[in-house]
């Protein structure tokens, strides 16, 4: 599977030549996430080409990690689903990214700021729990960006998984959030504190009190913001 095979009976040399071709883990990431077709991996992945991101999804189905499954009666729409060998790999994500929290310097991980991936997880970390019982519109808006990435609707349905829009779909709007990348970011690794950023006017909320009140019940974090980062 990997480019560059070390020819090493040594069992971490036979797990690397599986697991550190480039974009291996980051797609194991969003599979053990729970993105399982084609075009939500994608969304996960925004810098990774379509063409490689197929070939790793073949390679990594030769290897045993995932299987191809047909959904319904429709043989052409397929998910990609991990095999106990893939998930058996959480644990080895997730000390990933743990160790990244901990020890990569927050200066650098802020280097690669990235709206797309950033709402693509913020959408699937939403607690819906302390939303309102209907439909919430949320609007985040990056005045800062591009327009085609400047706006970002979140729409909470009860019993529904949240969905993400770029463009707008057309109810009325719950809750504007006016806020910059970086900060955003900062506050989805752990690094600062939604009253923070409204205390210094990086953030502006308007819109339904009691949805702003929960903003911190609901906006969720990174799965790694609670490590506690050494390098600084």
């Known amino acids: 599977m990997a480019e560059n095979r070390y020819l090493q009976f040594c069992p971490v040399s036979m797990a690397a030549e ?7 883990i980051l797609l194991l990431r969003e599979l053990i996430a729970g993105s399982t077709r084609f075009n939500d991996l994608r969304r996960g992945l925004p810098r990774m080409s379509p063409a490689l991101l197929s070939k790793r999804l073949r ?5 045993g990690l995932v299987q191809r499954v047909a959904i319904g009666s429709k043989s052409d729409i397929q998910e990609y689903q991990l095999t106990a060998a893939g998930r058996d790999l959480k ?4 000390t990933f990214g743990s160790w990244g929290q901990k020890w990569v310097e927050s200066d ?3 280097r690669n700021l990235d709206v797309n991936l950033l709402m693509w997880d913020m959408r699937r970390n939403i607690r819906t729990d302390p939303m309102p019982r209907k439909r919430t519109n949320i609007l985040f808006t990056y005045a800062e960006l591009p327009p085609a990435q400047r706006k970002w609707w979140l729409l909470v349905e009860p019993g529904e998984d ?5 463009i707008d779909p057309g109810f009325d709007v719950d809750l504007y959030v006016n806020i910059d990348l ?3 970011t900062r506050i989805w690794l752990g690094y600062e504190k939604v009253s923070m950023a409204k205390k210094q006017g990086r953030l502006h909320i308007t819109g339904n009190h009691v949805i702003e009140r929960a903003i911190e019940q609901w906006l ?13």
Do not use: Y
Request: with cysteine; aromatic share 4%.
């Open 182 to 184: 970086e900060t955003m």
């Open 18 to 24: 599986i697991l550190c071709s480039r974009w291996t």
């Open 162 to 166: 949240v969905d993400l829009c770029l």
């Open 108 to 110: 650098a991980t802020l």
């Open 59 to 63: 390679e990594m189905e030769v290897a």
């Open 91 to 94: 644990g080895l994500v997730e």
């Open 220 to 232: 969720g974090l990174s799965p790694f913001a609670k490590v506690q980062k050494i390098v600084a």
